[in-house]
């Protein structure tokens, strides 16, 4: 191996680890920039400077700064939601901006103070989404007021008002400047399933031409969205209106298209592919790019707040049966036949599915109740209900992540507050803000998100110099405050430096315009590389958690998920009652969450990982496994409707064997032991099954194979994982 090799010496795994972190900052997601959200936040945060411009209120910094942190934590969703943490956030900021303001004098009291200001900001992680904004931004502007300090508690007061006033300016431009659509939202979440359908649909067509197994990890993400959205906008309430029914049984069905979907792909891929007939395939790729077209057109349709054209629905299996009626079909074996005609019943039950949802869609503008037949589901939560006081005692727990975080953040940021004043460092208040920007729960998090603060801090500060040379005036630079705040929320959802790139022109302008030193670009990122440096720092020294030691507590769950579900099915087997198939859609969607979450824990380790490649494939290959496992699961489930099914007693050898099994590789993950034997599966062929049934508990065992070796090696050749 050459010396120059990457992986040939330890030495340069840092450096390999700062590579992929400048590659993940560079990196853009899939997705359009957010022009309307840009456009909020451009007024938001320049109107307040264009009200003291002409007023001369003397606040329009503290205006300008609650509008734009207002913008930010404006993440969507139903309007109640989007009012109460804009609210939230300008409440706790005006609190904040006045008690910096009163303790900034004070050097040692301000120390103690940030670290209780810093801990509950922490804390606010706890809340999900709404939380970390509302605790991020009120301390960044606690931050900012710390940083000037002033005499009079009566001006403290003053700097709060301004922070009121401008928090409520954001919500006003926010939720009242744009017309009040109560259901937009809800909308949205529920055409963005569709999409991912489509999307989905369009992946198993290509997968029948490729081999290549699509990946449902988009429309899983999409409905917990839609539930979530759906569920907010239903408590808000005091009864379900017509179009709410409409939009909850779209989502409802659309789950029940995945589903079906979902299934389609165990069944082809049961196909071994020396007995694929490639007309039938091609019959097969047709019409589910038919059903993925149609599926962008209910999007469409649910999106389109205006009358939408009724959607049609012409297609069926009856495409792939014709196929295997040709006389070049006939010399196909039982079993070939059985996982075909199962296809064709899919694609059947797929069409139906996506007729009600047409039908649906035709009088979701009117808002017409539901006819008799279609009626609505109970709005599932995204997470059961939970006593009040359960999340604080959580969070509080020794072991907590959040709490862990919090005391991190608390100390880092008390630290740069110190340091700051122990140096008299100029403008150092932005290495404090960055620190706190930068700071995530986990170290590869924060290791990306430092790449991502400094790379767009150098890009931003070398625009500001060039700018600054021409614009000087301050009807100039009010315009590039606008053009900068907008475009820097815009890409904000796609990167993260992008979005630091438009900001500092934007907010270094602004701020030392008055001054006419536009030399303060290049301390603006000398101080934003202190920052960076002292999160990484704060990261390291202060109770890191690698993601390693987090990640077999996802992989048991997401086993324990998979046998839950397996368990359900074999339950329900004989049962083709609406009431079991709402049971085994509950049970699969609890494994897709538990698979995303799985996922998410790989993302991390990934960025934190910087061993060889091969020390994380375990763990890639048992989420692959655990999908298609579901998958095959979700394939023996459906076809109880395809013919006389066998009661759910004769699967229980089977059933008995593989549930033991998944219940032991789970434990042997967060056991730190390799998990016992396999042994001999039960005799497929002395079950009194079908041979449809027989090829998908086959298919089943294979798999559970695969999963066994991927908990082996996971456990006997990698010491990464040690809990």
Known sequence: MSALDPGSTAGLRPVRRAWRDVQSATTFKAGRPGWAAGLRASIATVAPLLLDHFLHTGGGTWMSLAGFSGSLADKGGPYRTRAAVIASLTLVGAATAASGALIGS???AAVLFTLLVATAAGLGRACGTAGTSVGVSALTIYVISLADPVPIPGDALVRAAFVLVGGAWAMLVAL??????PYRPARLAVAAVYSAVADYAEDVAAWTRSGQVPVAVRVRTALEAARATLATLRR???????????LLVLMATADQLFGHLFGLTDVLESIPRDRRRPKADEALAETLAHMASTARALAAAVEEERQARPVPVGWRGDRLRERLAEPAAL?????????YDQAAALLDRVAQYAAVAAGLTAGLNSGAALPPLERPQEVEDPEPPLPWLAPLRAVLAPDSLVLRYALRLAIVTAAAVALVDAFALRRGYWMTLTAVLILQPSLGATSVRAAQRVLGTVIGGALTAGL?????TPTAILVLAFVGSGVSVALLPLNYTAFSVFLTPTFVLLAEASAGDWHLAGLRIMNTALGGALALAGNRLLWPVPEARRTPVYLQAMLLAVRAYFDEVVRRFGDRSQQASDALRAARRRVGVAVLNAEESLQRLLDEHSGAAEEVTPVMTLITYARRFTASAAALALSRHSAEPPSAEALLPFSAFVSGALEDMAAAIVGSRPPAPLGE???????????LVRGRLSRLARQLRTLHDAVLRLRLENSTFSL
Request: glycine fraction near 8%; avoid cysteine; charged fraction near 20%.
């Open 681 to 691: 599966l039960p005799e497929l062929d002395a079950l009194a099954v079908s041979p």
């Open 176 to 181: 009242v400047l744009w017309p009040l659509r």
């Open 331 to 339: 010399a196909l074996d039982a079993e070939t036949d059985a996982h």
């Open 468 to 472: 600054a040379a021409f614009f000087h």
């Open 106 to 108: 004070h050097s040692i």
């Open 236 to 246: 808000g309430r005091p009864g379900e209106s017509g179009r709410g029914a409409r």
